[in-house]
C-alpha cells in the first residue's frame, strides 16, 4: 500500500476531518462538509490586488501613527494626541501594563501584519517564492490576531462623544486614516489567498506523506 | 452521517496549525515542528481543557474586581470622582446616547459574561464526552473567537479619554485600578479560546479517536 495524499487533501481545522478541496471557479469558497468551517477560496480579482491594498494600507498606517488622532479646546487651552500618545498616557499615569497592551493591539500588531504582508507579497513575485516567506506567512497570521483597528476606532469614536459633552473636539486626520485603515486591512485578508500562496512553497522533500487506511478519504466539500 | 468520516488524528496526520500542510510524524508523540512552516505540530492543543479551565476561572476572578473598581478618576477643581464600567455605561445613557451605552454594554458587559458562560458550557460538553449538537457547539465556539476582541473596546475608550482630557487644574482623567483587571479578563478570556481546541468537540463521534486531556 503506497497510496499517498493528494496534494489538495486538508484536515478541517475545527474538526480534522479528512477531505479535498475541489477545483474552485473564481470566487468560490469550499466549506468542511461535516462543520461548515470555511476551508479554501479561489480569489477572483487581480492577482497584484492584495500588493496594491498593502501599499495603499502601509501608507495610511504611516500617515494615522504620525498625525494628530484628535484635537480638544475647552476655554481656550488645546490638547491633543495620536494613537501612541493613548498608550503612553496609560503607562505614565501608572498602568504600564494596559498601556503596554494598548500599544500591542493598536499600533505593533497591525503594523507588523502590515509589514510581513509587504515583504512576502513583494518577495511571493518571485518564482518559486523563497522558503523564508513561509516564517512570515506564519508570523502575520498570529500578528493578525492581535490587531484591533476596527475595535479602537469604535472606542475613540465612543471616547470623543463622551467628551464631546465637556469641551469641543475636532477628529484629525489620524482618525480619516484609521477609518481607511479599517477598510483596507480586511479588503487585504480577503483578496489574499494563503492557500494558494502555501501550495507554492516547496515542501522539503516534495512528496505527500503516505496515507493509510487509503480508502475513504475523498470527500467532496460543498461549495 | 453517511460515507467517509475519517479524521486526521484517525489515521496518524497532523495538520498544522499555521499552514494546514498535512505531515505524517516520526514519532506520534513528539511530533515537532511542520516542515513546511515551521509552526511546532500538536495531534491537538497541548493540554488543551486544563489550560482552557485555568484561563477561564483565571478571567472569572479578574472579572469582579475589573467591575466593582473604577477604571476612570475624573478631577475637576481638585475633586476626585471615580467611574466604574456601569458607571461609564450610566453615563452614556443619562446624557442621552443610548445607542453607545447600549454598545459599550454590550462589548463591556455582555461579551466578557457570554464568553466564560460559553466556554464553561464547551469545557463540561466536551470532558463528558457529549456528542449531541456539535454543529452549534462548533458554530458557538466560531462566535466566541470572532467576538471575543470586541471587548477591548472599553480599553480604548479609557486609553483615549485619558490621553486627551490632561487640562489640569481645570479638569483631568487617570486611568482606575479597574482598567487593569478589565484588560486582564479580555486578554484571558482570548488566549482562552485560543487555548481551547474545537476538535475535541468532534473526537466524542469518532468511535476510533485518540483521546487527548
Excluded at chain 1, 497510496?3 to 477545483?23: K, M
Excluded at chain 1, 466549506?31 to 497584484?48: M, T, V
Excluded at chain 2, 475589573?66 to 477643581?77: D, E, M, Q, S
Aim: hydrophobic share 55%; proline share 6%.
Amino acid at each position: 500500500m503506497s497510496a499517498r495524499l493528494e496534494s489538495d487533501s486538508v484536515a478541517c481545522p475545527d474538526c480534522d476531518l479528512l477531505q479535498r478541496i475541489p477545483t474552485l471557479p473564481p470566487g468560490g469558497r469550499a466549506r468542511c462538509l461535516r462543520c461548515d468551517c470555511f476551508l479554501a477560496k479561489q480569489s477572483s480579482g487581480p492577482s497584484d490586488l492584495p500588493l496594491a491594498l498593502t501599499i495603499a494600507a502601509a501608507i495610511a498606517f504611516v500617515v494615522a501613527n504620525t498625525s494628530p488622532l484628535m484635537d480638544l479646546s475647552v476655554v481656550g487651552r488645546v490638547a491633543s494626541t495620536t494613537i501612541a500618545g493613548g498608550a503612553y498616557e496609560m503607562w505614565l499615569e501608572g498602568e504600564q501594563i494596559v498601556g503596554v497592551l494598548v500599544a500591542f493591539c493598536a499600533v505593533i500588531a497591525p503594523g507588523g501584519y502590515l509589514l510581513f504582508m509587504l515583504t512576502l507579497l513583494l518577495a511571493a513575485r518571485r518564482s518559486p517564492p523563497p522558503r523564508w516567506i513561509a516564517e512570515l506567512l506564519r508570523w502575520a497570521h498570529h500578528f493578525q490576531v492581535w490587531s484591533m483597528l476596527e475595535v479602537m476606532l469604535l472606542g475613540i469614536l465612543v471616547a470623543l462623544i463622551k467628551i464631546a459633552q465637556l469641551a469641543t473636539v475636532q477628529a484629525g486626520i489620524a482618525m480619516y486614516a484609521v477609518g481607511a485603515l479599517v477598510l483596507l486591512v480586511p479588503a487585504i485578508m480577503v483578496t489574499f489567498d494563503a492557500r494558494e500562496l502555501w501550495q507554492r512553497i516547496e515542501w522539503v522533500d516534495g512528496e505527500m506523506p503516505l496515507l493509510e487506511p487509503a480508502d475513504g478519504v475523498a470527500a467532496e466539500p460543498r461549495r | 452521517m453517511t460515507g467517509a468520516t475519517v479524521t486526521a488524528a484517525q489515521v496518524g496526520l497532523l495538520s498544522c496549525d499555521a499552514c494546514q500542510m498535512l505531515s505524517r510524524p516520526a514519532n506520534a508523540t513528539e511530533p515537532g515542528f511542520c516542515p513546511r512552516c515551521g509552526e511546532a505540530l500538536e495531534v491537538r492543543h497541548f493540554a488543551s481543557i486544563q489550560t482552557t479551565w485555568a484561563l477561564v476561572i483565571a478571567a472569572a476572578v479578574c472579572y469582579i474586581p475589573a467591575n466593582a473598581l473604577p477604571v476612570l478618576n475624573t478631577t475637576t477643581f481638585g475633586t476626585s470622582e471615580g467611574d466604574t464600567i456601569l458607571g461609564g455605561v450610566a453615563f452614556l445613557y443619562t446624557s442621552g446616547s443610548w445607542p453607545l451605552a447600549l454598545i459599550v454594554l454590550v462589548a463591556s458587559v455582555m461579551i466578557p459574561l457570554g464568553k466564560l458562560a460559553a466556554l464553561v458550557y464547551l469545557l463540561i460538553t466536551v470532558q463528558r464526552g457529549s456528542v449531541a449538537s456539535s454543529h452549534e457547539r462548533t458554530r458557538l465556539y466560531r462566535m466566541v473567537e470572532f467576538i471575543g476582541r470586541w471587548s477591548m473596546l472599553d480599553v480604548f475608550v479609557d486609553a483615549f479619554t485619558v490621553a486627551l482630557v490632561q487640562l489640569s487644574p481645570l479638569m483631568s482623567v487617570a486611568p482606575g485600578a479597574g482598567v487593569l483587571f478589565f484588560a486582564a479578563v479580555v486578554v484571558l478570556t482570548m488566549l482562552a479560546a485560543e487555548a481551547f481546541d474545537p476538535r475535541l468537540i468532534w473526537d466524542a463521534t469518532n468511535p476510533h479517536a485518540i483521546r487527548h486531556g
